[in-house]
């Protein structure tokens, strides 16, 4: 038993119905359609947190005989006090009639106590042809929000705001594929204005939904930190007889060993890009992104590769600063006190200037041949020699998140991670890309984390999500 409320809602065919509830129930399975007529019966639609349903969006049909349907209750009502009983009647009556099926549909749980979402394009002129549907809706009784989602770049927002005013308790605009979550949440308020009995039910759905969302970052977090870790220290082996290894060239062992380990990378980051998605309730997310591989002349700072991984070289840059505030460390303990921080600085510099001058090319994997024990000899590939790597991997993943974690369900755009320069890691605190060298180093060399350890790379992370949303906020 919940007292969760339900909201229909309702429209014109094609102007963003299904899109309004694909976002506010946070579910991309809903018909979203360029033909009209894609949903041909009511559909429920229930948003729930911890297993619990806190409100339910119903989509509808459009409207498709308003101006009839209006007839046929101005010819049945005797007064303004019965016009909610003769919509209800109407509906009982055409049940079974296939010219009013949609009406039907979409009157249904009007009648039966759901709110209305009067879903109107805003990119279009204003008509009067809509008043026959307001006017009926006003009949219901319900309480009433419409909705000005503006579907093309034309804006005639606020024609439509003057006449939707005069029917429908609150008018607000609201895009559904593009809304940030913060309008999700005060549209929810808004609705809980509409009747008291929602208000304490919604808030408290807000306060839910924030929470989650914050629990869903930090899951995120944990998320790539694992990844991290396994793609740092994932190494190939393979074990051979003495005859096997003389079949084998120590090159094409190698080669071998070395497309396996490239093919564990992929699928490892491609694992990690489905776990983010499916937490945040993206399941048909269609993705394009440059592979995870290289060619062993690759310059780590050559346009081509850092185009390939869609990383910037302010960026790579920045993790070779990371890198050298590390060895820098000891300088700054030294220091620690008389000057602020100059040794990790100076220290960060050399790293970067490093980075840049004396031709970083991304260390690769190397194959290492065991001892002959037993006839039989381990050939090992990986791990990857060089720590910026990781700094890719952690690079790629927080654009991936933060797309996915902006994206609302109502999105059906090719989700294209185009490399941009982004050099935000260098606005990340110190601290925490100490926290992110150090886990990345003890990886590499296939040390197990502690468990504090890995806590700390998950909180760094943590961190660097936050600041890439600030960073990319802060640039519009
Ligand atoms: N750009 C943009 N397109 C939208 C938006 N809402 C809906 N659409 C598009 O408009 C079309 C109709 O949307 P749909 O939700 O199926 O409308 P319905 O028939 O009223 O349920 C689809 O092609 C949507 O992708 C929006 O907020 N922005
Ligand atoms: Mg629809």
Known sequence: MTD??????????????SSVVATLSQNDAIAIALEPGTTRHS????????????????????????????????????????????????????????????????????IEGAGIIYVVDGSVPYSAENESEMTILRWTGQPSLALINSIGPDDYSEAWHNALGQFFQVVRKFNAVSAPFNQHLSLLKAFGQLQPAWEAVLDQAVLQLSGQRAQRKEQ???????????????????????????????DSLAEQLRQRWYRHQRQREQALRLAIEQLYQHHRIQRQEAELTWHSEHDLFSDNSRQTWGVSKAYLATAG????AIGGAGLDAITLGASL???????????????????????????????????????????????????????????????????????????DLEPTDRHWLEELASAYRHDIQHALARCRRQRALSSDQRHRLAVAVEAALDTYSQWRQSRG
């Open 4 to 17: 969760a409320p339900v909201f229909a809602v309702v429209g014109h065919p094609n102007k963003g119905k």
């Open 43 to 110: 559909q429920a639609y229930p948003l729930r947190i911890d297993n619990e349903v806190r409100y339910t969006l119903v989509d509808t049909p459009g409207f498709q005989r308003p101006r009839q349907v209006l007839e046929w209750l101005q010819a049945h009502s005797l007064s303004a006090s019965d016009r909610a009983e003769t919509v209800a009647a109407f509906v009982h009556q055409h049940r079974d009639d296939p010219r009013f099926q949609d009406e039907c549909e979409l009157l249904g749980p009007l």
């Open 220 to 250: 995120a977090a944990r998320l790539v930190a694992t990844a991290l870790e396994d793609l740092m220290a994932w190494q190939e082996q393979r074990t051979l007889t003495a005859s096997q290894l003389a079949g084998h060239s120590r």
């Open 321 to 324: 600063f990371g890198a050298g």
């Open 341 to 415: 921080g100059t040794g990790a600085l100076i220290g960060g510099l050399l790293g970067a200037a490093g980075s840049y001058f004396y031709g970083d090319r991304l260390k690769l994997p190397v194959l290492h041949l065991g001892v002959l024990r037993n006839g039989l000899q381990t050939a090992r590939f990986g791990p990857v020699q060089d720590i910026q790597f990781g700094y890719v991997v952690l690079g790629r993943a927080v654009d991936h998140w933060w797309h996915v974690s902006h994206r609302n369900h109502a999105g059906q755009d090719l989700l």
